[in-house]
């Protein structure tokens, strides 16, 4: 696969349909902002396993001239969410991760699609109907389903089956669909018209918010129509760092944010030749570097409310430098910490102004909570299963934010590109980030080479009780070795496995050209003119 490339405009997005919905909207005029909602719909509706309207959203964007800024659209845990209620339910360990006890936090997409908007002039700003139309025919009209959701919904079957309205919208006569089955959604599609009709304030404060609060509390969720009612996404300044490439971007907690921009900081430190992409040196760097960044974010890392430490101080020269000291060059460290699941969206936009967005959209889990109200079509996250049933930093309680493996990434390189990159993938998601930055960054290799090469993972993605590092075998039987003989549990996997996410980047250069690169692991399309 070659860099897609351009001078007006670039699109990436991990379904095509969404892609082609975000590269048309630009193409007749909307701004980069306004083709991610568009596109942000589309996927929706699309690849409906892995994002929502009834999950979360963050935004990374900037305009040419301006300092970034990012959107968190995460929603708190219900106003009944506490301990003892759960505990009324016989529930003392762990928060459950599929059905309506799942269904703990305060759906933020939606509301983060009218802050964006909100940033593009009135004058000039589509109309949310002509944004949203590509999404409404797609749900009335149905699309073939992808293999990619036809295997999630195979492997998870017996998770999401008999969850409340889930077999009537995605399964066929009870059964795993196969791939090519056409996917319709007529109550998706009336929710949207609705949101075009009144805007996506009505998501909050309107009929869709009442249906929504009624069907969660018939079916025993603790979110209420007033936490429907005071939510609202903030608009932030990102994390940063400095480094040998230009300022990376990130968003704040309680997001992983920081945990990606610490990897590739605490590698800028580690003096790995540019010269030398794929080499043991690279790989194992990057992976004990991912070692020491995360560890930082399981001690540090919660609801900001909560944490003992400001995230930005968590970036400071120092501890980066104290973690790439932590490193040893020849030996890995041991591994057994806990790895954390998630399935997700993130996608790229550029437009003719030098306008760049990163968005990543999700409902945790694949399928999230599996819940899905039946007037509405909307499935609900299940994020909250992140919370902890204790007193510590991601103890549950009502409003409390949940730990959020989303982050959409960003870099402003020294010689005046601007990338944005992400993936799909809970654990994974920062090393991806990781892998493809490095590459393109640090080694100079091409955008779509840089997806395209062999990926690692250390931990899980797909729910696997894993801690080992997991090598795609077309990394070569050389790499493999090294990397054993410097200590790492490997276990080798096939090429192109989904395990490693569903990447994607853009690109902005100072003169005009842009890039755009789409992962071979995904259904995917990467579109620039």
Partial sequence: METSLGYAQAMTAPHRLASLAGHTAMA?????????????????????????????AFWTIKRRGEAPVTIAGCGGAGAKATR????????TDALPARGPLAAVTVPGAVGTWQMALSMVPAAKRWALADL????????????????HQAEMTSAKLDQVKDQPGFAE??????????????????????????LAAEGC??????????THAGFLAEIGSPICLSD??????????????KTSWGTLYNTRPPTQGVASLAILGTFDRLGIDPQRPESPEHIHGLVESIKQAYLMRNRELGDPGLMQSDAQDLLSDAALDDMAGAIDLAHARSWPETPRDGDTIWMGAVDRDGTVVSFIQSLFWEFGSAVVCPETGVMFQNRGADFLLDDGLRGLAPGRLPFHTLNPAMAELNDGRVMAYGTQGGEGQPQTQAAVFSRYAHFGVPLQDAICRPRWLLGKSWGEESTSLKLEEDFGPELIAAMENAGHTVDVVRP???????????????????????DPRSDGAALAI
């Fill in 132 to 147: 949203l139309a590509p999404a409404i025919h797609h749900a009335r009209a149905g699309v073939a389903m992808s293999r």
């Fill in 228 to 241: 429907f009612e005071s939510y609202a996404p903030e608009r932030q300044d990102p994390l940063q760092i």
């Fill in 169 to 194: 919208v995605f399964l066929n006569n009870g059964a795993a669909p196969s791939p090519g089955w056409r996917l319709r959604q007529e109550a998706l599609a009336g929710t949207l018209e609705t």
């Fill in 496 to 518: 192109c496995d989904p395990l490693m996410g569903q990447a994607g980047a853009v690109v902005a250069h100072p003169d005009g050209q842009t890039e755009a690169a789409t």
């Fill in 28 to 56: 007749e005029g909307a701004t980069a902002i306004e083709a991610m909602v568009c596109a942000a719909a589309t996927i929706a509706v699309v690849y409906p396993h892995m994002n929502g309207l009834g999950g979360d």
């Fill in 84 to 91: 003892h209620w759960y505990a009324e339910r016989g529930i």
């Fill in 201 to 210: 304030d009505s998501f909050y404060k309107g009929d869709l918010a009442r």
